[in-house]
């Protein structure tokens, strides 16, 4: 079974376009993105937000250790 859905895919490809060409600018601050794990981060943010097919984000470290 396939992970991502196919319109995923699409917005993450139309934002690495972006990201190449130089274009690719972050939420609030509007700084230029340097890194591509943070462009595909971006994407898949895009994606969640029109609905299409992506994993739930995983949750930081410290909520998911052990507690004794």
Do not use: D, H, N, W
Request: charged share 40%; hydrophobic share 25%.
């Amino acid at each position: 079974m396939a992970r991502y859905g196919k319109k995923a895919g699409e917005k993450v490809e139309k934002v690495m376009k972006e990201f190449k060409k130089g274009k690719l600018k972050s939420g609030r601050s509007g700084k230029k993105v340097t890194s591509r794990k943070q462009a595909v981060a971006i994407g898949l943010s895009q994606a969640r937000k029109a609905g299409a097919k992506v994993p739930r984000k995983k949750s930081s470290s410290t909520s998911s250790r052990s507690r004794k």
